[in-house]
């Protein structure tokens, strides 16, 4: 399981490189369009910027190894949908007569939206798994501590002891295993068995934590950071302005009622000219900031200064 | 200038606890003072460590009685944050106790909590870093350090504020001799040049009493020895044998007094009663003849676990590949006891995991004749049910327990055992029913780190188990840091490195004569002597006396 966790990776990359607030914005832009809309096309646009966010930034590997887990996750929600759903006017295919539940059949428009809530779900998981691996947790704790210090440090310690925990999970799964024969009761399901197991030791290993916690002083509850305040940098501000664009462009779109898209009863999506762009315009707000750093650098190469 | 740490008549007594955890304890220790805290389990080490920096009773609640001051500052009056320039306190378990995901940050944050900033900061978290030399590990990742690593990261943070005391609980005691000595001279190097206080709780005191100026031994909850290092070895030969150091108890055998506390102080001892250097043991040349090896080569039962050119690789998480065993091969047999030592990330887990099929290798074969019964690094990792009796399995569980002397806690929740109940419990999850409460053991039986944080009593009764599942004809493999318990318990030792076997032989052959990878009778008799337990080396000091008196050299006065 630890495998499905990304967690952060300095790459150097020009999003690396910009304030953690930023890049966190940045990073999580894309799931504003992806959880205000329904359509197919901007769905996927916006599945394209965090593909395109993780190539910029280096950390494709942490955006594959998130899909092992989301994309299973996507394709449950995927398959779910057209077995509880009853709308929908074109019958694909017609199932048995369930108890308490009806008919039940499967229809085009059902296969349809659950395909959107995956590809939701997709957009999501990974935005957020691109964000934990381009986006220094230290950095973050730092930048929330003075308006939510209590949540920063939460945050702070899940993205340490979430890998942890998830190691854990491995190591408990294992020793399961190793036990003599006719060992447990027999009724509890492996799962839950370690389920419980994983909360009792991670109650364990947070006494030490909070132990340590109290030790360094964390409870003296001073909330500025000790680090000098670091000036916006011209990747600070572009990043910043390529990720407020993103959240205006998806809230504009949909205050004017571009990409409308109805699954129930018969499919119908807006498929016009304004889509077209809404769509393409996400990406290339994605690409432009990397754009501009690479070619910054590339100027200040040629000035003979260090980027 | 007031005592570092001074507690007046203090007992301290957990919440539901039934009886109290300190009883009584008065003693003072002054600046720059280095001292050892020894005493078996539950004896109440850590609860005086808890005691000293505040956390008890700030943090874990109970009832304290009495006062605690450092350097002057009653605990009672200022909780563990606000003492924190003041005292500190390491524990054992690096991992936990670090809390953020970079190192930098990580010493950052008690210097941040204390309201530091801006140039004074970064001076502090550089200079911390040089004292503890882990300058190359601050920009690093947390997650990417290995265990010696991480302690010390852990004693960076702990020292940042710059505290006159530290406090130290059992900090050695998941590192391999190499990272385990680099981190004592560590303290040795902040108590000479720094002048830092240094409270050392210990279990494997043959490492640290060289360094001791002083030792507290306690047994239950109160103090039964205050003295200098010498002091407490001779106090312990009369009080507590498992606490003496082991070359002290060769000594101790072989009729010698005074104890010596080092290998140096046992050296000289050796050099003026004139028996040094001591020769190898009678009939070692004989044993380690090539011709009787071949022939005992030929004769030895066949293997029971057999592991082939066996390659395991792993993905480290960032992209990169880790090998952790290398082209290796290894062959058990029946009855054998094997040690299997080396530093950490050496190989030594994945190996035992191979061996019991949890893990596949990428290249070569392991084979195994039955079962490879596995007991893993953490015995927690084997409780899962609400009551002991639950986890064994019904139709041996009492038997079992009792075996286990753990048939008194059979309805207790595991969680609520000792360190030393969970390995035997644990030990039980794996082997009841198969060697523990009835039947025969599998035929191979893997221990990895099994010694972890137990007392000399606790090692004792597993050296004699583990001894009898070798008896039932078990080939019993222990993966361990603790080298004078690989000495007790083991016939043939097998040294790790970088994923691959570097020396495989009897015990002697292999201890004796190292320098990490050694005992400390080893240490003081030298490779000649081939000796590695007190039991061996005493015989031989012995002889070699007899052999000097009789030779008409003059024994030095002791």
Known sequence: MSSFVPVFRPTGSALHAVRPGVAAAFALAPCVAALTFDHPGVLAAALACVVVTAAAARVGRELRRAARLAVPLALLVAAINPLVSREGLTLLARGPEVPLYGQLDLTLEAVVYGAVAALRVLVVVLAFAVCSAAVDPDDMLRGLRRVAPRSALTASLATRMVPLLARDAERLSEAYGLRAAGVGDGRLRKGAVVARALAAGGLERAMDTAAALELRGYALGTRRSGRAPRPWSADDVVFAIAATAMVAVAVGAAIAGIAAFDPYPMLRADRGPSEAAFALLLPALTVAPFALAVRRRGTLRHHGCHA | ?558
């Open chain 2, 1 to 558: 200038m007031p005592d570092a740490l001074r507690l007046d008549r203090v007992s301290y007594t957990y919440p539901s606890a039934q009886g109290p955890a300190l009883h009584d304890v008065s003693l003072a220790l002054g600046e720059g003072e280095m001292v050892v805290l020894a005493g078996g389990s539950g004896s109440g080490k850590s609860t005086l460590l808890r005691a000293a920096c505040g956390l008890a009773p700030h943090f874990f609640g109970g009832t304290l009685a009495g006062h605690v001051r450092v350097w002057g500052r009653d605990t009672r009056d200022e909780g563990p944050g606000q003492l924190a320039d003041a005292v500190t306190l390491v524990l054992q378990d690096p991992e936990a106790q670090t809390v953020m995901n970079g190192v930098r940050a990580e010493i950052e944050l008690p210097l941040e909590s204390r309201g530091m900033r801006g140039p004074a900061l970064a001076r502090t978290v550089e200079e911390t870093a040089l004292a503890l030399g882990i300058a190359d590990l601050l920009e690093r990742p947390v997650r990417t350090l290995s265990g010696g690593e991480l302690q010390r990261v852990a004693l960076a943070a702990a020292l940042a504020a710059r505290p006159g005391l530290l406090l130290l609980d059992e900090p050695t005691s998941q590192l391999d001799p190499v990272a385990a000595e680099e981190l004592l001279a560590q303290l040795r190097r902040l108590n000479e040049d720094h002048g830092t206080t240094v409270v050392l709780a210990e279990q494997r005191l043959e490492r640290c009493l060289a360094a001791a100026d002083r030792v507290i031994a306690l047994e239950h909850g109160r103090v039964a020895c205050d003295s200098t290092a010498a002091g407490f070895v001779r106090w312990a030969a009369s009080r507590c044998p498992e606490l003496v150091p082991p070359a002290a108890r060769m000594m101790s055998l072989a009729g010698l007094d005074p104890l010596p506390v080092t290998v140096k102080q046992a050296r000289s001892l050796l050099r003026r009663a004139g028996v040094a250097p001591i020769g190898a043991a009678p009939g070692e040349e004989e044993r380690g003849s090539p011709w009787r090896r071949r022939l005992k080569r030929r004769k030895a039962p066949t293997a029971v676990l057999a592991l082939r050119n066996v390659w395991v690789e792993w993905d480290d998480g960032s992209g990169g590949t880790v090998t952790a065993l290398r082209g290796l091969d290894l062959e058990l047999r029946r009855g054998e006891t094997v040690a299997l030592l080396g530093r950490n990330g050496a190989g030594k887990s994945t190996l035992l995991r191979v061996a019991a099929g949890i893990v596949q290798p990428a290249r070569g074969a392991a084979r195994a004749e039955g079962d490879v019964a596995l007991l893993v690094q953490t015995p927690s990792d084997y409780l899962l049910h609400e009551r002991v009796v639950e986890e064994l399995a019904p139709d041996v569980a009492v038997a079992a327990l009792g075996e286990l002397g753990l048939a008194h806690l059979a309805e207790a929740d595991p969680r609520d055992l000792s360190g030393g109940e969970r390995q035997r419990l644990a030990l039980g999850v794996v082997l009841a029913g198969r060697g523990i409460g009835a039947g025969a053991p599998p035929p191979v039986v893997a221990l990895d780190e099994p010694t972890r944080g137990m007392d000399q009593q606790r090692k004792r009764e597993l050296a004699e188990r583990i001894q009898a599942l070798a008896d039932q004809d078990a080939a019993v493999i222990v993966a361990t840091h603790d080298v004078e318990f690989a000495a007790r318990v083991a016939r043939r030792c097998v040294l790790l490195g970088g994923g691959r076997v570097v020396a495989d032989g009897s015990t002697t052959e292999v201890l004796a004569g190292g320098r990490y990878f050694t005992t400390e009778v080893a240490r003081v008799l030298g490779p000649g002597a081939a000796a590695v337990l007190p039991e061996q080396g005493a015989p031989l000091v012995r002889a070699a006396l007899a052999s000097a008196v009789a030779t008409g050299r003059e024994v030095a006065a002791l």
